[in-house]
C-alpha cells in the first residue's frame, strides 16, 4: 500500500551564504581528494563524505549547526529536552547529464537536508516525486524535509553543481543538571512515566 505525503518543508537562506562559498567549495575539493564515498548511493555524480573527527572546525559544521537551529526554531517547544541531531552529511557533486535516482533516508533519519553551495545556470532542481514540486536551486538556500519523503534530482545541464547534504535523527543527550546516567531506561533518576510522549515501562 503507498499513501502520499503531505509533510511541511522548511525552507531558509544563509545570511553568509556568499563568505561561505568558497570555504565549501574547498572543503568539498579536499573530501575528493580523499577518494570520495565507499557506500551504497542513490547519486549518479560524485558523493564525498564529510569525515569527522578531521574537519572538526569545517565550514560544513556552520551549515549542519544552522540546520539543527532551524529544526529545534519549528518543532522544539520551550520545554524540550536536548536532543542530538547529527547523523553524516556528504557533499554532492553534479556534472552534466548526472542525476540522483528519486529515494527516500528511512530507517536512518527524521529529516534530511540540502543545502545548495554552488548552482550555476542549468543545475537542476530538487524534486519531490510525489507531489512533483521542484524547488529552485539557488546558492545559500537550505531545504529540510522529513526524510521519508521520496526526493531526487532530474539529470542535471551544468557541470559543478555542489550540495551540502546532511541527515538528521534525534537522539537524546544528558542534562548537565541532573545525575550521569539521566537518560539511561531502568537507572534510579530516569524519567517518570507521563513525562514523554512515548509508552515506556511500567
Ligand atoms: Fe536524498
Same mark, same amino acid.
Given at each position: 500500500?503507498?499513501?502520499?505525503?503531505?509533510?511541511?518543508?522548511?525552507?531558509?537562506?544563509?545570511?553568509?551564504?556568499?563568505?561561505?562559498?568558497?570555504?565549501?567549495?574547498?572543503?568539498?575539493?579536499?573530501?575528493?581528494?580523499?577518494?570520495?564515498?565507499?557506500?551504497?548511493?542513490?547519486?549518479?555524480?560524485?558523493?564525498?563524505?564529510?569525515?569527522?573527527?578531521?574537519?572538526?572546525?569545517?565550514?560544513?559544521?556552520?551549515?549542519?549547526?544552522?540546520?539543527?537551529?532551524?529544526? $529545534?526554531?519549528?518543532?522544539?517547544?520551550? *520545554?524540550? /529536552? +536536548? #536532543?542530538?541531531?547529527?547523523? =553524516?552529511?556528504?557533499? !554532492?557533486?553534479?556534472?552534466?547529464?548526472?542525476?540522483?535516482?528519486?529515494?527516500?533516508?528511512?530507517?536512518?533519519?527524521?529529516?534530511?537536508?540540502?543545502?545548495?553551495?554552488?548552482?550555476?545556470?542549468?543545475?537542476?532542481?530538487?524534486?519531490?516525486?510525489?507531489?512533483?514540486?521542484?524547488?529552485?536551486?539557488?546558492?545559500?538556500?537550505?531545504?529540510?524535509?522529513?526524510?521519508?519523503? $521520496?526526493?531526487?534530482?532530474?539529470?542535471? *545541464?551544468? /557541470? +559543478? #553543481?555542489?550540495?551540502?547534504? =546532511?541527515?538528521?535523527? !534525534?537522539?537524546?543527550?544528558?542534562?548537565?543538571?541532573?545525575?550521569?546516567?539521566?537518560?539511561?531506561?531502568?537507572?534510579?533518576?530516569?524519567?517518570?512515566?507521563?513525562?514523554?510522549?512515548?509508552?515506556?515501562?511500567?
Amino acid at each position: 500500500m503507498r499513501i502520499k505525503e503531505n509533510c511541511n518543508i522548511i525552507v531558509s537562506h544563509h545570511p553568509y551564504a556568499d563568505s561561505l562559498k568558497d570555504k565549501l567549495l574547498k572543503e568539498a575539493e579536499i573530501h575528493g581528494d580523499l577518494g570520495g564515498n565507499r557506500y551504497y548511493t542513490n547519486i549518479i555524480g560524485k558523493k564525498l563524505e564529510v569525515a569527522p573527527p578531521q574537519f572538526e572546525d569545517a565550514p560544513s559544521k556552520k551549515i549542519r549547526d544552522w540546520a539543527e537551529g532551524l529544526v $529545534r526554531a519549528e518543532y522544539h517547544y520551550p *520545554n524540550s /529536552e +536536548k #536532543r542530538s541531531y547529527d547523523t =553524516g552529511m556528504w557533499f !554532492s557533486h553534479y556534472d552534466k547529464e548526472d542525476y540522483a535516482k528519486v529515494h527516500h533516508h528511512l530507517p536512518f533519519a527524521i529529516f534530511s537536508w540540502v543545502y545548495f553551495v554552488n548552482c550555476p545556470r542549468g543545475s537542476s532542481p530538487l524534486l519531490f516525486k510525489s507531489s512533483g514540486r521542484r524547488i529552485k536551486p539557488e546558492e545559500g538556500k537550505i531545504v529540510i524535509f522529513p526524510s521519508v519523503m $521520496r526526493h531526487g534530482v532530474p539529470k542535471n *545541464n551544468c /557541470e +559543478k #553543481r555542489i550540495t551540502l547534504v =546532511g541527515n538528521m535523527s !534525534s537522539r537524546r543527550v544528558a542534562d548537565p543538571n541532573l545525575p550521569e546516567d539521566n537518560f539511561m531506561p531502568g537507572s534510579a533518576s530516569y524519567p517518570k512515566r507521563g513525562h514523554y510522549t512515548v509508552n515506556l515501562p511500567l
